[in-house]
């Protein structure tokens, strides 16, 4: 059953620390999304890859979050330096990137910053 | 821009009951995509079902079924006799068809069914 994995599943750390999420795609799928779920916000769009190449990144803060994929495998999301607005449930998701495709969720890294 | 709006925050009814959750989508596009996501207690998004703009045949799937009508712009779902394990939080949302291939979905915010036994 292929599925999108993140790690880690759950994250402390103090403000000012960087923190690094990974995400690793179902195999086959050329596209991967990073969403942020807060309370107040709900799910937002950060960023979005597609052959590993980033689309759209309009989403993220630039001057704290960055988003890579060194390879098709993996993709990270880092916050340096974290501060606490950043606690929330970060999501990545994978898609075959077809017009219609379907993009399925990984479990998440909940980040909480103290 | 794209938008979708659940107004129901919280549902609660009894199990057995049938019960509806309302999305409305807003989107200049022609072509777009309509999704709903289940949200368990446990966290994880779990994927329920896509249509497409194009295609306004309503949908059954077990005791899960869909109501997409674009004349209002609407994307309901409802579940007949509902279950415990049916309690959690539903997403509906709305993606663009960029034409090169997927871009981000945006969603709703949510509503939260509660299923008493």
């Known amino acids: 059953d292929a599925r999108v994995t993140q790690t880690p599943r759950h994250k402390v750390t103090e403000m000012g620390q960087e923190v690094t999420m990974r995400c690793q795609p179902i195999?086959?799928?050329?596209?991967v999304f990073w969403y942020r779920q807060t309370m107040m916000q709900g799910l937002e769009l950060l960023a979005y890859?597609?052959?590993?190449?980033?689309?759209?990144d309009s989403g993220m803060p630039k001057d704290r979050f960055s988003a890579e994929m060194p390879d098709a495998t993996l993709a990270t999301l880092k916050i340096q330096p974290s501060e606490p607005r950043d606690s929330a449930v970060y999501f990545c998701?994978?898609?075959?990137?077809?017009?219609?495709?379907?993009?399925?969720f990984g479990p998440g890294t909940r980040l909480l910053v103290l | 821009a794209q938008k979708v709006t659940q107004a129901q925050t919280e549902i609660s009814v009894v199990e057995k009951e049938d019960v509806t959750l309302d999305c409305v989508y807003e989107?200049?596009?022609?072509?777009?995509?309509l999704f709903w996501y289940k949200q368990p207690p446990s966290g994880e998004l779990v994927f329920l079902i896509r249509?497409?703009?194009?295609?306004?045949q309503n949908e059954i799937s077990g005791r899960y079924s869909w109501n997409f009508q674009k004349s209002t712009s609407s994307f309901n779902f409802t579940i007949t006799a509902s279950q415990v394990v049916d309690s959690a939080v539903y997403f509906c949302?709305?993606?663009?068809?960029?034409?090169?291939?997927?871009?981000?979905?945006?969603f709703g915010k949510g509503t939260h069914l509660i299923i008493q036994p």
């Open positions: 890859f597609r052959n590993r190449a980033p689309l759209d």
């Open positions: 949302a709305l993606r663009m068809y960029s034409g090169g291939g997927a871009d981000g979905l945006t």
């Open positions: 998701a994978s898609g075959k990137g077809q017009g219609q495709e379907t993009q399925y």
């Open positions: 249509r497409n703009s194009f295609d306004e």
């Open positions: 195999l086959g799928h050329n596209t």
């Open positions: 989107t200049r596009d022609t072509t777009y995509y």
